[in-house]
């Protein structure tokens, strides 16, 4: 079951690694928003800020050296617990985006989603304080 685990926590940080500095250098394709047309208009909206078609948004730096920071502290095993709670509300809002706005691409938002989930119910001593 270890082997489980670490598989779980190195996994979940390379996906959150990868993904994340793909919000910094767009290494990977977009998803394919063909038929959502409102997905596509607010991920161009979060994505660029600027009148320009090529001015940076902050938004989706900020979620990027987020995920990439959560994503190193889970490969590295250090302040885990700390790094699950962060990624809670990227991952909400990663589901929802997919949910309400272009469902056929969930499947990496439910992976995040769940894995979090997980990695908190089995490290759940550390959080009894939060909620004592």
């Known amino acids: 079951m270890k082997i489980f685990h670490t598989i779980l926590y190195v996994g979940l940080g390379l996906m959150l690694l990868t993904f994340g500095l793909n919000k910094f250098f767009w290494f990977m394709p977009d998803f394919d928003f063909t038929g959502y047309p409102e997905a596509e208009y607010l991920f161009n909206s979060l994505r660029f800020s600027n009148h320009e078609p090529s001015g940076k948004g ?42 309400f706005v272009n469902l056929p691409n969930i499947g990496p938002a439910l992976l995040v989603a769940v894995v979090n989930g997980y990695l908190i119910y089995k490290n759940w001593n550390s959080y009894k304080g939060m909620f004592a």
């Open 58 to 99: 902050y938004l989706m730096n900020m979620v990027g050296g987020t995920e990439v920071f959560i994503g190193l502290l889970l490969i590295l095993r250090k302040w885990v617990p700390l790094a699950l709670v962060i990624l809670v509300p990227i991952s909400i809002n990663i589901v929802a985006f997919h949910l």
